[in-house]
């Protein structure tokens, strides 16, 4: 057992002694009130059978009295009146235990059992007072009784007394209650003293053995610094005073013995070169280090000038390259300590080979792509800032190139990123070989790349250009596989009038996208309008992105016509944009800018949302005359999103509109995108009741077998068909095959573009059910176009 745990097993024994006292006090205390009360009672008993067994004083001088136990009557009121005025229990017995007076009448005439260790007996046997407790069935708690014998004349027994006293116990306890409480206060006081006075001795004696046991312990280790730093001038701390002292002496002794040992340690084992140098400038001493770093070794350095291997300067701190005698060289840092006892000094050499390579590798990472090993944009805009600066100067020129890769997302999904990177490492080695040695060739991010030409005017720079996209128009080999992609190019044929490089650099990236948009695979030279052209073109999609919003959609129907009847059989929406700027604008105007933008989806939303609408309101206000389905366009955007079965439904259950009385037209292009998905999609929404409808039918893939494969309900026939159909025979006998083929196949087919009555009279001849067209009406505002077919102004 330690020593904390038997200080407090002795203090602990210490308060179990202190309990131990207050517990005897307490026994004792209560002993003392029970005698106590048991001789007031005994007394006060004998003053009521001396009271019974002579008689009450009397009243009067020479007054006889009677004594009360021969006086029935007189001795219930007697006892009554004691028991009013003391509240206690009186029972008069006679020598045979029956009662013959009780305070509760009821009982007189019944023998006394609650004696039942017979002190009564004894008490009318020897005349002795006796106290006994009287167990009672009906009584809350036992009773506590005195029993004092009942004389007469000639000191005859007659019977006894009982009284009972437990009330006034009770009253005595009660008055020592306080005494009680104080003395068991006072007990654990004690106790919680003499347990904080353990524990606070037992902590600090052990605390202080600790630390000299765990310092102890350190210096066994071999570590002579640890003190303990106890104050006090008790034993224990004037141990811990000589322990200080003894470790004091023991570290001043392991610093002698170990000083010279530890220096030809560290100097042996350092890791940088360690050169000891006279007043002559000659090696006296060196290290391991130094005659690895230098190939000369410890004993090739000892005696040498240190000029024949370190170039004299003029500061402390010098970098020079070392040739070794293996032919080999290195980079060494040193730096020169004076020694001014004897004149001589210290060389401390280190090997920053390895540094310096690193860092000129990241200047090089910081600079250049890390796939092409060409210039980054940042390295190409510094470069860019010196040219601009050196034209500006010697009236010289220099141009920009700006090309980005057309088609290299489909190269990158379909192959792979590796064939990715593949390819624009080719991309670099053929820009680099089709210019000019000291020309730059930049990668700047992505597939985009740049490239500086200085000291060449415009007729030059389109040169280049123009060598630029024959390298790159060849076919890539890309592991194992034929890829073929263009660039497109962007011109600043003059830098110098320019800010700065980065406008340059932007320009340029403007007049590439002119080149992207008038067919890519051709380079365009910048012009300030097309930097005009972008602003607006920026303006239009901030305000086209702001328009759903705005409520500056406008929804337009086109009546689709039932021949040979010429009645409506059902309506094309179609969305128009209230422009606030410019007036309303046809979709050709800003649709391929929404499609661009990723605007197209919610516009999609929209247009879907109000022509079920629309064509709802209209069915429940003329359902004579109104429409038996509205088509609405899916661009290829909304056809890819995850929920747009879950939007299609939700617009017809908000609306009303029946699902047979929906018809989704989708482009040939956007069909055969991903077949398999595009099939399963529109599967979906057929489920719903929705037709689905091919729109320009003949213009795309020209492939009859989705038509197997992709369940569609509607062809309609690309205008292109009708335009030149009258007088031409083949056109008719292919428009005819195509009626025929979707016919037979149960599909309702729609013919576009019907701009003529001869077109429209031909196509009636051929067969034809419904038709599309100017010359039967053109889009028209929702409510323009309820109101003129319930008039009765039908179509032509």
Avoid at 678 to 692: F, N, P, S, W, Y
Wanted: some cysteine; glycine content about 10%; proline content about 3%.
């Amino acid at each position: 057992m330690d020593v904390r745990r038997k200080l407090l097993g002795a203090f602990l024994a210490a308060a179990a002694l202190v309990a131990a006292t207050g517990g005897v006090v307490l026994r004792a205390d209560a002993g003392s009130v029970r005698r106590a009360a048991a001789s007031e009672a005994d007394q006060l008993a004998r003053g009521i059978a001396q009271d019974i067994a002579f008689g009450l004083p009397p009243k009067r001088i020479g007054e006889s009295t009677t004594p009360l136990f021969y006086d029935p009557q007189a001795l219930a009121a007697y006892l009554k009146r004691q028991h009013d005025l003391h509240q206690r229990d009186i029972v008069v017995v006679d020598k045979f235990k029956t009662i013959l007076a009780d305070v509760v009448p009821g009982e007189v005439g019944e023998t006394f059992d609650g004696d039942r260790g017979g002190e009564i007996d004894a008490t009318m046997a020897d005349g002795e007072a006796r106290v006994f407790v009287e167990y009672g069935d009906d009584s809350p708690e036992d009773m506590l009784q005195v029993v004092v014998p009942l004389g007469g004349a000639g000191n005859v027994t007659k019977g006894a007394v009982i009284l009972e006293y437990t009330q006034l116990y009770h009253q005595m306890m009660a008055a020592t209650a306080t005494a009680r409480k104080i003395i068991v206060a006072a007990g654990l006081a004690c106790i919680l003293l003499v347990m904080l006075l353990g524990l606070i001795i037992s902590r600090s004696i052990t605390r202080r053995i600790n630390s000299l046991t765990r310092a102890v312990e350190v210096i066994r280790d071999g570590d002579y610094t640890r003190r303990v730093g106890m104050r006090g001038t008790d034993e224990i701390s004037r141990l811990g005073h000589a322990f200080d002292d003894m470790t004091e002496r023991l570290e001043r002794s392991a610093r002698e013995i170990l000083a010279k040992e530890y220096t030809d340690s560290i100097l042996a084992n350092a890791g940088e070169g360690i050169l000891g140098v006279d007043a002559g400038g000659r090696v006296t001493f060196a290290n391991e280090a130094a005659g690895r770093i230098t190939g000369l070794g410890v004993d090739g350095l000892l005696g040498m000038d240190t000029l024949e291997f370190l170039p004299a300067g003029e500061s402390n701190e010098r970098e020079v390259t070392l040739p070794r005698p293996d032919g080999t060289t290195v980079r060494v840092a040193y730096s020169l300590t004076g020694i001014a006892r004897d004149g001589g000094a210290v060389v401390v050499l280190r090997d920053v080979t390895r540094q310096r390579d690193l860092e000129h590798d990241l200047r090089h990472q910081a600079l250049h792509d890390g796939l092409t090993s060409l210039p980054n944009r940042k390295l190409f805009l510094d470069r860019l800032d010196h040219a601009m600066t050196r034209a500006r100067a010697s009236a010289d020129s220099a141009a920009v190139l700006y090309l980005d890769l057309d088609g290299f997302k489909k190269v990158n999904d379909s192959l792979g990123h590796n064939a990715g990177d593949a390819l624009l490492r080719t991309t670099a080695e053929r820009l680099t070989g089709a210019l000019r040695a000291h020309d730059t060739v930049a990668r700047l991010g992505g597939d985009e790349f740049a490239v500086l030409l200085e000291g060449v005017g415009q007729e030059a720079a389109e040169v280049y250009a123009q060598s630029c996209l024959d390298a790159l128009n060849q076919p890539f080999m890309v592991h194992g596989r034929k890829a073929v992609v263009s660039v497109s190019i962007g011109v600043v044929p003059s830098v110098a009038a320019h800010t700065d490089a980065e406008e340059v650099l932007r320009n340029a990236d403007v007049a590439m996208y002119a080149a992207k948009a008038r067919g890519k695979g051709c380079f365009e030279i910048f012009e300030s309008r097309m930097h005009e052209q972008l602003i607006d073109k920026l303006d239009s999609e901030a305000r086209l992105r702001d328009a759903v919003h705005r409520g500056e959609l406008r929804l337009h129907l086109q009546p689709v016509v039932a021949l040979p009847g010429r009645r409506v059989g059902g309506v094309e929406a179609l969305v128009r944009w209230q422009d606030p700027e410019r007036g309303l604008q046809q979709p050709g105007s800003f649709i391929p800018l929404a499609e661009e933008t990723g605007l197209i989806a919610e516009i999609d939303r929209w247009v879907l949302f109000e022509a079920c609408l629309a064509v709802k309101n209209w069915q429940d206000l003329a359902p004579e005359a109104s429409p038996a389905w509205v088509s609405v366009n899916l661009s290829a955007v909304e056809l890819e999103i995850p929920d747009l079965t879950d939007r299609v439904a939700y617009a017809l259950a908000t609306t009303g509109l029946s699902p047979h009385c929906l018809v989704l037209e989708l482009t040939e292009t956007i069909l055969m995108r991903d077949l398999a998905v595009t099939a399963a999609r529109l599967e979906e929404l057929r489920e719903l009741g929705v037709k689905i409808a091919i729109d320009d039918f003949g213009t795309g893939y020209s492939s009859l077998g989705y038509l197997r494969d992709i369940p569609v309900d509607v062809l309609k026939v690309d205008r292109s068909f009708i335009t030149g159909l009258v007088g031409n025979q083949r056109q008719q006998e292919l428009v005819s095959a195509v009626l025929q083929l979707g016919h037979t196949l149960g599909l309702k087919v729609v013919v576009e573009g019907i701009e003529t009555e001869d077109q429209l009279n031909l196509l009636t001849r051929m067969g034809c059910r419904y038709a599309q067209g100017y010359h039967l009406g053109r889009p028209e505002p929702v409510a323009a176009l309820i109101e003129r077919m319930t008039t009765g102004s039908a179509v032509r």
